[in-house]
Structures are given as structure tokens and as C-alpha cells.
């Protein structure tokens, strides 16, 4: 992958004067994932996986070798663990990348006059993303400082904001094995200035910059009602070849081989891979426009039937405008983290927001306007075979996906906050106990963790489902009511400082999840591809991340979502906002063991039922804070341990 542009404003630490991710060490490391895992397998599972780990880190073994390996690897590298983590979180896996892989940005319900009205919210919106996009060009983009508390050992805040730079100048190509990401920046106003608009599944360019001058909002109106107009013509109309896109990475990249046989679809593709963005012009979805429905809509189009083909996966960045109002962004996630696209998107609602009303262009300004032009596609009865194949499995995605977004309404963060406590463990471990509510077991638990702190740097895991944890949600569970609520909140609080000191570890660059991954690519290329303590049946056990989670706060009212990153789990994505949190939990259909809606009203209990504990224990002990007097003081009544 060619080497990225690093685009800094004046007075902005170099992204490469952070300092390099460290390597934990490896006793640490060994021991953490021996304490993550304990309480996860059986108890002669556990033995077993000990003895494992005692002997991969004996003085002299293995271990120390691998560990001195990944020494020299950061020394000689960037970032020793940036490509390894690529590859094996991204462009390594082969499932499809709507749902599984692509978060999405849900926007407020948009409400449009008439047609004329959306496209002109889309012309708005493509002269945003060029301002922003112009920022990032002349590096006037703000540098992000770390948020939130400092460990003891971090004594700086600044974020390294690399991720940026390839928002929208890259492209992932699909490998029948790896797939490839692809950066066509090579220099400020090098990349070509043009987006592609798809509407009614066919792609258009849309140049916007004519003799080196950047269309106005006006114009890029006039050329959105072409587009809107040529799309019309049934007897022009291509193939959904976006559709392609929507499908397993190795399937998507075999009927890619087959495309780029002929010369006009190698066009039509280098024409794709090097666009700014793709705009997605779409039909009415035909559905009540719930929080829920607009989630799975924007995560899947709703299928080969709807506008499930009228979009290119592989961008980072897509940016949906519904005729019926539905809007967001979909994001091609190998490129950058939710905070980005966080960042971009509020910026181009509130760019919206202020634009002036409906935009004059003079008449002699069409005139010199390129007329958009439809990307053709030679497409054989073979690709007309895999376009068929590829509706059917995205049909099938869209049965299976089960959404439920949900606003838990009783508090939010700020009555979190007043218990000394913070909002994001709190929710942690109120979704450990909602789990344990509904299956009476733990789980292993991802929740990502930002390591922006250092160069290149992206995420590791914070590993929620601690011991402490377990511990707290047996003592609410408790069907014989053993325990009594002191009990119970020195057991919160525990779990809470538990979930807190991991999320330190985390951010720090000291998790084990990166160092393990680590150790196991370094030993594959040493030869050491065999190795026990990977052969384990715990590892790929502690990797199947059943609870799939993230905080992703917004300033303005929108929303994140994506699916569950195993058969048999649950995403789930919160915005914590000051009196409320919103939740949007999927799941799929197809697994017996679970339902998005069963998990959010345990989500819902479980949430009453800490507030409660922590408003007996503070007409106990005196008060840490109360609930806003809108809302009173959060109450839940006794339930079972477990929910059906």
C-alpha cells in the first residue's frame, strides 16, 4: 500500500513525534489472559490452558523468544502491530461488508417537499464534503485531543490523526484470500475531483471542480437533477453491478477477476476506486421510518428489491440521501475508526443546517456544466449468473439481521456521573448483567479502545467481562436474595474500578488482545505456525466475542449501529447522551439463543435496577447524587434471574 500523505496544520504535533505503541509485557500479558479467561471455560479447560501458558512463558521458552522478536519488530517499524491488526480484523476476513463488517450513521428523519428537495439536500451535502475534504488537503483540520482521565504513565493527550487523511482518497479491493486497501493521494489536489452518484443502482461521475474550479451548491444542483433524469431512462439502464459489492469478499473478488477481462469494466471500476465519494441517491424505503427501520436500512439497503444494489461497499465513505427522507453514511471500516466518522458527519449535518434557503444559479451557468456520464458495463451471461447469486445471499442478510434501536429514557449520563462513577463502565457492566439476566453465563466481551495516543495508532480490546463483573451480576441475580445491597454495591463498585483499570491498560497500549496477535503472526513467520498455546481451543474461544460492543457519543442527534460480529451474538453500539442513552442492539434471526428485543428490555431492567442500588445506598451512606428532578429517582421492580 503506498505510503499515506500526512496533512498536518501549522503548530500540530507530527503524527510521528507521538510515541510508538509499546509491547507489553509478556508476564503481564500472560497472566491478564489467564485471569480474562477463568471464569469463561470449565475448570479442567482452565488447567489445561494454564499449564499451556506456564510453558509458553517459561524463562527461556518460547515466549521470551517471540517476545524479543516483536521487540526488534518495533524498533524497525511505525507501528509493530498496524498490519498485522489490519489484516486480521479487516482484509483477512471474508464475510459480506454490509451488516458484518460496515458501521453505519443514521441521520434524523429528513423531511423533503418533493424530489427536487433531496437532491438538493445532496448538493448541499456533496459542497460539504468538498469543504471538508479541503481542509483536510490544506491541514487546517483541528488536531483531537484524548478525552476523558490520563494514567499515571500517559503524560500527553494528543491523538494521532492519521486515520483522516485516507477518509476519502482510499478504496478496499476485494482478494480471493486478502483483500488490499488502495490510497490514491499523492499529493494536495492530486486526487481527481469528482464523486460518484449511484440512483436507481446505475453510476454516474459527477465532476465537481470544471477548469480547476469547485462547483457551488447551485450547480452541483443542476447536475444532481441530470442524474436524477438519465437514471429515468429504462432503455439506458445497466446491470445492479453494486450488488457485487454487497457480497462475501471472496465471491465479490472472483466476479471481479471476471469483470476485469473486458477493457470497459476496468474503466468503469479505476473510475470507482478513485472517486472522492459515492453519493447514494435512494427510492423510498416503503416502511414506517422507526429508528430501527432507518438502522437496518441504511446497514443493507433492505435487499436487491429496494436500494440494497445502489451502493459500492468498498468506499470508505457512501453517503445515502432517501427520497422518503431516510439519510446517513455507510462506512467502509478498514480505513478509520467511528470517531472519524463521527467527526466527518456532524460536520456536514451542522454544514447543512446552516446552509442559506434554495440556491440561484444563473442561466448561463448551466451551460458550461459537463453533462454527468453514465459508467457503462459489459456484462456476460457469467456476471448476470453472480449478480443472481448475490441478490440471494444479500436477501438472505436482510431476513437474518434483528435490529431494535432503543432509547432507555429513565437517566442518562449525568445522573451516571453523580454516583462517582463513569457512564461508560456503568454501561459495561449493566450490558455483562443484562446478558447474564438472559443466559445466565458470561460471555467474552469486546469493547473497543482507542490507542490513538500513539502513531498509527487504532484500537485494541477492553475485555468487560471481568471476574469482578461476574461476581456483581451473581449478587443481583440471586433468586435466594443471599446478598444484601451493601454487598451488592461494593460489588458494583468493584466491578466498575475493574472495568476502568482494563480500560486503562487498553488505551495505554497495554492490552493483551494486540500483544497476542502479535505473538502468533510473529511466530507464523518464524515457521512457528503450530504453536499450543494458539492451537488451545481457549484462545479461539476468547476471540469469539458473543458481545460485541462500543461507545460511539454524538453532539447532535444521529446515531451508529452495526451487527454482531458472531452467529450466535449481539452488537451493540450506545450514545450516552445527558438524559438519556440510546442503544441500538442487533442480533440475527437465524440463531436460537438470541433477540435483539428480549436483550434490550433485560438492558432496560438491568439499568433500573443499578440507579436503584445506587439511590438505596446513597439514603444510606449520604448522598452521591440523585436523578434530575424531571425523571425522579429511577426505581425497578424484583425480577427473575433469567429472562425468556
Known sequence: MPILEKQLSQGRKDSAALPKVPVPSLHQTLNMYLRCMRHLVPDQKFRDTQ?????????GGIGEILQRKLQERRDRTENW???????????NNRL??????????VLPKQFFTDRKDSLRFAARLVAGVLEYKAMLDTGALPAEKARGQLSPGVQWDSLCMEQYSRVFSCYRRPGLKQDTQLNYRTNAGAQPEYVIVACKNQFFVLDVA???????????LVQMERISKMAENAEERLPAMGLLTSDGRTDWAQARDILVKDATNRETLDVIEQCVCVVCLDEPCGVEPTDSNRAVFMLHGGGHDKNGANRWYDKPMQFVVGADGVCGVVCEHSQFEGIVLVQCTEYLVKYISECPGKPVLAPAGVMGLPVPRRLQWKCSPQIQGLLASSADRLQRLVRNLDMDVHTFKSYGKEFIKKQRMSPDAYIQVALQLAFYKCNARAVPTYESASIRRFHQGRVDNIRSATPEALAFVRSMTDELNMHTDAVRMTRLRDAIKAQTDYTVLAITGNGIDNHLLGLREIAQELGMDRLDLFEDETYPLSNQFILSTSQVPTTMDMFCCYGPVVPNGYGTCYNPQADHILFCVSSFRESTETSSAVFTRALDLSLLELADLCSKNAAISGPLGTCSSATGTPTATPIKSKIK
Do not use: C, Q, T
Not at 459480506?96 to 460496515?102: D, I
Open 96 to 105: 459480506a461488508l454490509p451488516v458484518n463488517s460496515s458501521p453505519v450513521m
Open 51 to 59: 499449564a499451556i501458558v506456564e510453558e509458553f512463558g517459561k524463562a
Open 210 to 220: 470544471v477548469k480547476s474550479r469547485k462547483l457551488g451548491e447551485a450547480e452541483l
Open 81 to 91: 502491530v498496524y498490519d498485522y491488526w489490519l489484516h486480521d480484523m479487516y482484509l
